[in-house]
Structures are given as structure tokens and as C-alpha cells.
């Protein structure tokens, strides 16, 4: 009968680069850390396999690696019938369960966490809520739904965790040490779901991570022991016993041991050790590696005359074998290739797929319905996390009032000098400066937001959940910063709105049509040059010099506070360089001349020039960034 296989891996391998650092032009460098070394596994469908081993073993990597958050080195895994390569296929059919618990939205409640990333796993709307209260029923946290998560514990967060990997349904779910940090209470109750309703009910597929010996021995049908990044011995525990060949302890205890039969004992082939207990009874033990021996002892105590009155069978235990092949040396035992394993492998050492099941993951189909659903999403988690910092809400607004009050009063400082430089534009300075500021929120979220949104998730953990659900990495680049390039445009009309009602700031007719056409252009400008700052960021981690030297640039040459006609003429050329002086050309003839769009044909091609040049690159950048992290497993560093 042929074996259905839910997760296969053939020498599958990972070592960790290590980063270059100053002395390592002096020094030889160090080797890479092997994390996973030559791991060959096969796990079967519906089977609880667990995944033992000390901390650092290489457990969790493993389990990434299968998941498609770190790239291997060498070897090839099929999940679900996908080699590694395909691993949008794979994220559709797969759940995690991270160890950490922090890989969520700590100022949302627990519902709208999930609510979240149900969009992101593309579940269909209609069944998302009812499917939350069952799964917060399941994992008792009903009654915790409408509580923020910082005020859950560590036991909350897990379970939480647990929750929202069975959002999907999917046909198989790694799970990273699912009951760290739980109460016994809460640990049985998710051994019972993991067991009776997971596995037995629904035939899911479950690798589980543990360091916890007796959890795997209650839960899992067979277990793999990881030292050193190897797999030393899997199977079941018999299985186990059998290859390590652990003899079984035996104890009986006689009655009327009389000399003769004592001595007959003690000539026998077996190691035993007798030992008296008073009342004539004597305790004999030995260890027998098979139940005849044990038959051949008791024959000879009943043909002497002795009485049994007890006796007793102990076996290996799960921590006997694990102390065994933690401390043995060489590769391990039980990591053959079972039947029906061998696959072919190509020339990087990924197996190659001829017949790939289909998906089994239910997901709202067609990019025009899934576009929308996620834009909603990522608005509303990052909406209700500002309206919870209520008063910076407050103080960012009122900080607009301040800063225009003081460019007011400084325009009537200045007015005589700067209005000469002012003609072409047909204005005062306020009205000038004012445009450039409202604009120049523009480039500054599209600069930045992407990486300080990327930052805080990658500080606050869900950065790789993110990643870890088959929405393209792609879209939710695109979705990061929409809320934060809204708020720019909210800023930038109050910016417009006070200055010509509070400080009668003198704004043309300006062109709508132009004014659109030049906001777009603006945003997908400045977004491109933030995705490129956030591939930056998020492979160094800090540090970056891209958004300090543009930021520093632009506001000294770009003409936001002054005219770029002030400037000498070396500096001139160096700031037509910059898209952000085209942007405020563009921004002041449109708003304070009300020019139209073919008036402003030149600014517009270059910036059009510049966003062809520009996203093309950024997304390349950002999927080699993607690419870095995974190789160097540091998708969560910061």
C-alpha cells in the first residue's frame, strides 16, 4: 500500500553566513554555522511528528526552512506536494505557529488582529467572523476577544497564536513550541484540540517542535531527535528502542529463594542482582533484550521452588533514547529513505514535482476583488493603531498650526528680499513656502514610512507572519504605507485649508486634473526611492544612509523653503537633479498659476521618467532584499 507523504526532505541544509565586520580584513574568516546539517525526513499525511531537541539543535530553523522564511543551502523538501521553489503554493497550504508570541498587533484587540490576517490568508469575508469565534472558542480566549494584546500574558499570546493559525484550515501546521508559556490547564486543553480535533478529527498534518520530552511521548506518533543541527535517530518510540538496542530493565520478586536456586541465579548468563527485602523475599533484576529470557528466568525460579509474587517490565523511556543519541557521536540511526520517498532531484537540490496536489485552502479569487479587500485591511489596522495614540494624533495636528504661524511671521520678515525671486510664480513667500511644506509631506512619508513600518515589524515580530500567508510580498509592500500616505494628504490639505482661512494665503485656480496627475506621480516617486530605503533597512537593520543624504539634499536644494533661483549656479545644476524640484516647480505652477497639464508637460515627463526608472528598481531592490534576509535567517533581527 502506498504511503501518502505530507512533508519529505532529502539532506535538506542551512548554514548561516556570517556578517563581514572591520577585523575581518585582518583575520581569517570564520566558517558559516551549520544550523540544519544533511536532514532527511518523511512525514506522513495525518501523522503527529514531533521535532525534539536541546535548544539551538536547529529545530526552528528546520521548521522556517519548510515554511519558506529561510532559504536552504543545500538539499531539497516537498511540502504538500510543492518543492521549496514554489513557495506561494506552499504558504497556501501551510499554518505556523511561532514560539515567540509576539508576532502580533499589540494596541488591537485579539478579533481584530485576526480580523487582519484572515485578509492577509484571503479567506472570503462572509465566513472570517464566524470562523474567529470558533477558533478563540477552541483556544479559550471568547471571553478575550475585545482586549487589546498588551494586556494579555504570555499564555494569551500563544494561544492567540494557535488561533490564528487555524484560521486557514489548512492541510498542514508547524508548530513552534505551541504550549510554552501555558498552565497545566491550558496545556491539556491544547494537547486535546492538537490530538482528538486536529489530528484524529480532521486528518491534518502537524510537525511539532518541542523540548519538552513528555509532551512529545503523550501527543506524537513518531519523533525525529535533532543534535547539532542533525536529525540523530526518528521513528516511533519502539522503532527507537529496537535500533538503539536499550535492553529492558525486568524485576521479580521471590519467595523462598532457597541457597540452591540462589546460586543456580547468580550462574546464570544474565548480569543480575539480587538483593534481599526481609520476610524471606528477594528482589531479582535484570535487563533482557527480549521477553524469552525473561520466560527462561522464571522457569527456573518455579522448577526450584521459589514463588513470584511480583513481577515487573520496565522500558525504555522517550528521555532514555533522547540522553542516547544526544550524547552518541556520528549521523544518527532511523535516517534512511523510507518507501515511496526518493523523488528526483534537479541540479540546485530541490526535488522536482511532477504531479503537484491542487490547494485545499479556501481564498477570495480574482486580484480586482483581492485588492480592495487588502487595502481595507491594512487601512483599518493602521487607523484604529493611531486613533489608540489619540493625543499624538492631537499633538501632530497641532504641530501644523505651529509651524505655519512661524513661516507666517517669517514672511513678513523676509518679504522685501525674497520677492524678486518670487515673480515667476506670482505670489508672496507664505503662500510659496506653505505649498513646498504641505508637499514636502509627501516625500517625506513616501521616504520613510515603508522603513519605519517595516522596522516596527520587524521589532514587534509580525513582519514574518506577514510573510508566512500567500499574499504576494508585493502587495503588501504596496498596502504598508497607504495609510500613512492618506494622513500626508490629510496634512497637506490642513496645510492648505489654515493657511487660506487663517492667513489669507493667495492660491490660483489651480488645474484639478493637474493637481491629481501631479500627487500620483509625486507618490509613486517618492515610494519607489521608500521601498528602496526599506530593502535597505531591512537587510543592515539601521543605519540608513539613503533617506538621511535624499532628506538632506532636497531640503537644502529642492526649493521647498526658498526659490531654487537663489541658489548659486553649481548648485543649481546639482538640484535638477533631484525629482523633488521638479515636483515643487510643477506643485507651484499648478496651485499658485493654475497652470494645466500641457503647460507643464516638462516637469511632468521627467517626473514620469523618474517613476518609470524608479518602481521597476525598488521592487527588484526589495525582492533581493527579501531574498538576503531569508539566506541570512534574519527576517526578525533588528
Known amino acids: 500500500m502506498a ?27 570564520a566558517q558559516p554555522v551549520a544550523a540544519v546539517d544533511q536532514v ?46 514554489h513557495d506561494q503554493e506552499i504558504r497556501r497550504s501551510i499554518s505556523l505557529v511561532d514560539s515567540e508570541g509576539r508576532s502580533f498587533y499589540w494596541r488591537l484587540t485579539a478579533r481584530q488582529n485576526l480580523e487582519f490576517f484572515g485578509a492577509l490568508y484571503q479567506l472570503p469575508r462572509t465566513a472570517l467572523n464566524f470562523r474567529i469565534k470558533e477558533v478563540l472558542n477552541l483556544v479559550g480566549l471568547e471571553e478575550s476577544a475585545e482586549m487589546p494584546v498588551y494586556t494579555f500574558s504570555s499564555g494569551m499570546k500563544q494561544r492567540l497564536a494557535i488561533a490564528r493559525a487555524l484560521l486557514k484550515e489548512t492541510p498542514i501546521i508547524f508548530m513552534d513550541e505551541p504550549t510554552r508559556g501555558l498552565d497545566p490547564a ?52 519502539s522503532e527507537l528502542r529496537s535500533d538503539l538496542r536499550i535492553r529492558e530493565q525486568w524485576r521479580l520478586v521471590v519467595h523462598h529463594l532457597n ?15 539480587i538483593t534481599s527485602q526481609g520476610n524471606e523475599e528477594f528482589l531479582v533484576e535484570w535487563e533482557a533484550g527480549a521477553g524469552g529470557e525473561a520466560d527462561e528466568m522464571i522457569g527456573v525460579i518455579l522448577r526450584g521452588g521459589g514463588k513470584i509474587c511480583n513481577l515487573s517490565r520496565e522500558q525504555a523511556s522517550l528521555e532514555d533514547i533522547f540522553d ?81 504661524t512661524m513661516f507666517y511671521f517669517l514672511s513678513q520678515l ?37 522603513s519605519n513600518r517595516l522596522r516596527e515589524a520587524q521589532t514587534t515580530g509580525p513582519l514574518e507572519a506577514m510573510f508566512a500567508s500567500p499574499t504576494e510580498v508585493s502587495l503588501i509592500i504596496i498596502f504598508s504605507s497607504l495609510w500613512s500616505n492618506l494622513f500626508a494628504s490629510l496634512e497637506a490639505a490642513v496645510y492648505l485649508g489654515l493657511g487660506k482661512a487663517l492667513f489669507k494665503a493667495h492660491f490660483g485656480n489651480f488645474h484639478i486634473a493637474a493637481g491629481f496627475v501631479i500627487i500620483a ?84 515627463a521627467i517626473l514620469g521618467f523618474f517613476c518609470l526608472a524608479l518602481l521597476p528598481l525598488s521592487l527588484l531592490a526589495f525582492r533581493l532584499a527579501v531574498r538576503r534576509v531569508k539566506v541570512d535567517g534574519s527576517l526578525t533581527h533588528y
Open 259 to 273: 541457597p540452591g536456586l540462589k546460586r543456580q541465579l547468580e550462574e546464570s548468563h544474565l548480569p543480575l542482582r
Open 40 to 85: 532527511t525526513i518523511a512525514i506522513r499525511t495525518g501523522e503527529l511528528f514531533g521535532l525534539l531537541g536541546p535548544n539551538g539543535a536547529g529545530k526552528t530553523t528546520l521548521i522556517k526552512m519548510l515554511a519558506t522564511l529561510i532559504v536552504p543551502s543545500s538539499g531539497g523538501a516537498v511540502v504538500n506536494g510543492h518543492d521549496l521553489a
Open 521 to 604: 506621480l509625486t507618490l509613486v516617486c517618492f515610494s519607489s526611492l521608500g521601498i528602496i530605503a526599506a530593502s535597505f533597512i531591512m537587510v543592515y537593520k539601521r543605519g540608513n544612509p539613503l533617506i538621511w543624504v535624499f532628506s538632506t539634499v532636497s531640503g537644502l536644494l529642492s526649493g521647498i523653503y526658498y526659490p531654487v533661483a537663489i541658489l548659486p549656479a553649481w548648485l543649481k545644476h546639482l538640484a535638477y537633479i533631484l525629482p523633488t524640484t521638479y515636483v515643487m516647480d510643477a506643485v507651484r505652477l499648478c496651485f499658485l498659476q493654475g497652470y494645466p497639464l500641457w503647460a507643464m508637460r516638462r516637469e511632468l
Open 324 to 404: 542516547t543519541l544526544t550524547n552518541r557521536p556520528g549521523p544518527g540511526i532511523g535516517q534512511s529513505q523510507e518507501p515511496g520517498q526518493a523523488r528526483e532531484y534537479n541540479q540546485r537540490g530541490n526535488p522536482r514535482v511532477t504531479n503537484p496536489t491542487s490547494s485545499q485552502v479556501k481564498r477570495v479569487s480574482g486580484v480586482l476583488r483581492l485588492w480592495p479587500r487588502l487595502a481595507g485591511a491594512f487601512l483599518k489596522r493602521d487607523f484604529l493603531e493611531e486613533w489608540s495614540y489619540q493625543l499624538a494624533f492631537s499633538i501632530e495636528l497641532l504641530g501644523i498650526f505651529f509651524s505655519m
Open 414 to 450: 523676509f518679504v522685501q528680499t525674497v520677492n524678486p525671486y518670487l515673480t515667476p510664480y506670482g505670489t508672496d513667500y507664505f503662500s510659496f513656502v506653505i505649498l513646498g511644506v504641505a508637499f514636502y509631506r509627501f516625500f517625506d512619508v513616501g521616504l520613510s514610512a515603508l
Open 3 to 29: 504511503v501518502n507523504w505530507a512533508i519529505e526532505t532529502s539532506s535538506l541544509t542551512k548554514y548561516f553566513p556570517l556578517r563581514g565586520t572591520l577585523c575581518g580584513w585582518f583575520t581569517k574568516p
Open 186 to 237: 491550558a496545556t491539556r486543553r491544547i494537547h486535546r484540540l492538537i490530538r482528538q480535533d486536529l489530528v484524529e478529527r480532521q486528518g491534518i498534518t502537524i510537525l511539532l517542535s518541542t523540548n519538552q520530552l513528555w509532551e512529545a511521548e503523550t501527543l506524537c506518533h513518531r519523533v525525529a531527535v535533532m543534535h547539532q543541527g542533525r536529525v540523530r535517530g526518528y521513528g516511533s518510540l
